[in-house]
């Protein structure tokens, strides 16, 4: 018997189907998977991922499948994922959100805290009252600590330095990642982007994050100092214990050093969990009724 976790975000969708040892029995790919932004594409790439699994593995012997999809909360859409699953399996077909599938992943079905850090971000705490968030009001209200968060105080920063007559070492790394000549023509192209694309600028402030690019590493240091705000302003609401565990997941804690050290520094005292990948493992800490 196998299980299959389905992780569905805005860039790409994981599906794995573990083996009653917790092993990997088979893993595939597909598009994006956010079903506020494409509810037709979502369902069809779904489908299109438990099809190659099943084609590898019998149907028969699958116990579940727990799908976490990005857009859920806000848009809806569990009874059509649902629906087209069931035309392929007939037994438990179980649609989440993608954070949920986050704390199921990071705190393996226990108390405690679970930082995303994406393009957005969130904090949630599981106790044994019920849960608790903080954040995740969105690019127009909040997402401190996020991707889009960095590269917004990138452009801050830079900003800022010539209102003050001066040039920030930040400046030529994002012009180059724009492709542009100059900041004007940045933040002109800036409000071309999207919010995902935007976000994406991450990278670049990132890589010129040296220790001789102070301004680099300031808008990664502030970004992380600000989700260690909402981490620890959760443990206070919830009174959650000391030794209660932290799991930061995210392409942001995932991928930098830096940002992940700041959070460490922070909230050390806990015990950490940087997750790294898919969240497609946290079904092996779902119960299917």
């Known amino acids: 018997m196998y299980v299959i976790g389905i992780d569905s975000g805005g860039t790409h969708i994981v599906a794995i189907a573990f083996n009653g040892e917790e092993q990997i029995a088979q893993a595939e790919t597909a598009g994006g998977g956010n079903i506020a932004l494409d509810a037709a594409g979502t369902v069809h790439r779904l489908v299109g991922t438990v099809e190659k699994i099943f084609q590898q593995l019998p149907a028969a012997a699958c ?41 199921l992943n990071g705190l393996h ?15 949630l705490a599981q106790t044994p009252q019920g849960r608790l968030r903080v954040g995740g009001w969105g690019w127009r209200f909040g997402d401190e600590g996020s991707a889009y968060d960095i590269a917004r105080r990138a452009f801050q920063t830079i900003l800022s330095a010539r209102d003050h007559g001066r040039v920030s070492p930040l400046e030529v790394p994002l012009c180059a990642a724009l492709q542009v000549p100059d900041y004007r023509a940045a933040v002109s192209r800036t409000y071309q982007m999207d919010r995902g694309t935007f976000a994406g600028l991450a990278r670049a ?5 040296t220790p001789a690019n102070l301004d680099a590493r300031g808008a990664v240091i502030d970004a992380a100092n600000a989700l260690s705000d909402q981490i620890t302003l959760a443990l206070v609401r919830t009174r959650l214990p000391a030794h209660a565990t932290i799991a930061l997941t995210g392409s942001v804690p995932a991928n930098n050093d830096l940002y992940f050290q700041v959070v460490t520094d922070r909230l050390g005292s806990h015990p950490l969990r940087r997750l790294q990948g898919s969240n497609a493992p946290g079904v092996q800490y779902y119960r299917f009724r």
């Open 109 to 123: 079905g226990k108390n405690g805290v679970v930082a995303i850090a994406g393009t957005g971000s969130i904090v």
């Open 205 to 209: 402030v990132a890589q010129a994050a």
């Open 63 to 103: 116990a579940g499948i727990l799908v976490g999809i990005a857009g859920v909360a806000t848009a809806g859409g569990q009874d059509q994922v649902v629906s087209a699953l069931h035309e392929l399996f007939a037994g438990p077909v179980v649609v989440i959100s993608d954070a949920d599938l986050a704390m």
